[in-house]
């Protein structure tokens, strides 16, 4: 602005922020004025949040201002107010820069181009005025990265970066908007008497519940000698010890004595080489055990204990919380939903069978109360962690009652060892995946927008300028900085395209993430007490016990017809009575040696930094479209292999049909011939 002389150079120090204000620039009041009306011919006083332009600056401090009216629109005209003299002592203490204002003083305000700075602090009622005030761009900044007001040197730096979209996402995801005190009163009401409420009640009291008892039991140990009082106090001081509770909590659920388990664990088996007997404790009540809950009521899972009071506390809970869902349930039948009818059918009409209905789906309303849970189509949400005691209860008891089949919910079912195999099988998705060029993408698009409006800049300023030399060279800056906004242009379709691909790749995997995060979860659960769970078994060492078990279980084996099977070979197909195999000799094709793209991509270098918003350069553009071809073809290929292999299923799957149809019908024919014969004989 000063070197298209707009603004001078020179001016007064506005001492509420630090900065100057010279002729020509925007300055804002921060204070109401009104005894400054009358002061050398001011008609009124300053406003606060008033924006003024600067007219005069003057040499005992005081500054002449005119309040803007109307902002430079598309004439470029802007249209002042009346003059104003503002005194020194004013201008030092309650004048500030107006280029950059709060949300609060630009409501109502509209402006050329409007620059935002948006933090994960930033609340969506501010957020939508600020990117809202701007008639031709409104350009908004994210901070991606930050740190605490007090962090020491350096710690910014080495602070999480996120994405941008992410960062405007839990922005808009968070806010509230605000609400009556009716409306506020009227949801605390229907909060105090909800499942959750009664859930969240009874997981506190079972906590202290468990807590007491666990000491108890302990004790009774100690003093029965299955432990010693050193190892007692050990485990009263190891962090590990309070995991212990939870644990006899889950055994309890799962409809198993937690107190004979913990006897279990310590009868007639030693601690004294434990380096941490919690662990130890955990893992004898955890190895190769699910635990799986039980009961379809809060009643079923209040925790067991000789305590009157608490016991009475448990059972005012339970009781409240079970009415409440019966309460849902009779709801749901008076007025179902899509998803109630499609889950559960039409409401009977016979009492007794409208009572099992109400019963199912009280079951399954409580629990998307509990979570607050509302989606019309994924009936009841994401599972709870198994740490989530009472929320897990409820949603398994859901899942009973919806009657869907538990081989979609089988992980718990699972070994570590195939638990670490669906995570090692997304880690190996990873290697060729294409890069993800959204930073690149949106640095890319900032670039251009930067050099071209230099390069407008530019321009103005060699319109401006009187010197032919001066002109020259701006003339010449703004072409150059106009053509690469123009070469930055060119590279934002490519990159838009890759984008593309990244979104494919990432759909395509989806299934084997998600299976990976669930199995994080269970491995995670089965060994938050113990960071030392891992097997210790090779390969080799598993080979040879295996070879060692089948040898020993080879002389009770019952032999089948699979095992005269030739495994040369193929699998033979039945068809009617006649035997079809098929001669591979026939088919004469060679073996074709193909090439794992995963192992393929595991040996070539990582991709380049995904994180950071930058112009990625000519190398990395060609790396990029590289790697997203090579996986839009593995995508293809994938898709064509499935598609064939359903195919080949359903084939074989109608082959077997026929066979057991054509089966049963000669057995029946035979059968029916046997019974014929004795009747003649009988005759």
Known sequence: MVGLGKVAEDGLLLGRDGTTAGVGDMVQARRLAWELAGYDGNRRGPITREHYRVLETREDGSMVVAPIVTVAAQDGVEVLGQRMTLPGSYVQADLTLGYAATVHAVEGLTVDTAHIVATPRTSANALYPAVTRGREANHLYVVTRTAEEDAAAGEVAEAVTRNPRA???????????????????????????????????????????????????????????????????????????????????????????????????????????????????????????????????????????DDPGLAAQLAEITTAADTRRRQLGEQLADDPPAWALETFGPVPVDPPERAGWVERAAVVTGHRELVGHDDPTDILGPAPKPGQIEAYASWRAAWRA???????????????????????????????????????????????????????VKTAAAAAASDPTERDRLTREAGDAAALADTLDGQVGPLRELDRRWVGWF???????????????????????????????????????????????????????????????????WIGTDRVEVDRAKAHVQPVET?????????????GDEDTVRVPTAGEAADSTRRAVRALEEIRVRNAADAAREATDEDAQAARVTYWHTRDQHTRTESDGHDSGHADARV
């Open 595 to 607: 090439i794992d793209l995963r192992e393929l991509a595991a040996d070539e270098p990582a991709a």
């Open 167 to 305: 960062v405007l996402a839990t922005i808009l995801e968070t806010s509230e908007s605000e609400r009556s005190a009716t409306a506020w009163a009227t949801d605390s009401a229907a909060e105090a008497v909800s499942v959750r409420t009664a859930a969240e009640r009874l997981a506190a009291v079972a906590e202290v519940t468990v807590a007491e008892r666990t000491t108890a039991w302990l004790d009774e140990l100690t003093h029965s000698g299955e432990l010693t009082i050193v190892q007692r106090r050990r485990l009263a001081a190891e962090d590990g010890g309070a995991k212990l509770g939870p644990i006899l909590r889950r055994i309890e659920i799962a409809g198993h004595d937690p107190r004979a388990a913990l006897a279990a664990a310590l009868d007639g088996r030693s601690l004294d080489t434990a380096q941490q007997i919690s662990n130890v404790i955990v893992h004898r009540l955890t190895a190769g055990r699910t635990f799986d809950p039980v009961g379809t009521g809060f009643a079923d899972w209040a925790p067991a204990t």
């Open 507 to 573: 759909a395509h995997t989806a299934g084997t993430r998600a299976g990976a995060d669930r199995a994080n979860t269970e491995l995670a659960t089965r060994h938050a007490c113990d960071p030392a769970a891992d097997d210790r078994v090779t390969a080799t060492e598993w080979a040879a016990a295996r070879a060692e078990a089948e040898h020993a279980e080879d002389p009770h084996r019952e032999i089948t017809e699979h095992d005269l099977t030739d495994p040369d070979t193929e699998h033979p197909v």
């Open 402 to 456: 919806t009657g869907q089949p538990d081989v979609d919910r089988h992980e718990q079912s699972l070994s570590d060892g195939q638990l670490r195999m669906r995570v090692r099988a997304y880690q190996r998705e990873l290697p060729w995946a294409p890069r993800r060029v959204v930073n690149e993408l949106a640095a890319t698009i900032q670039a251009a927008a930067h050099h071209r409006q230099t390069a407008e």
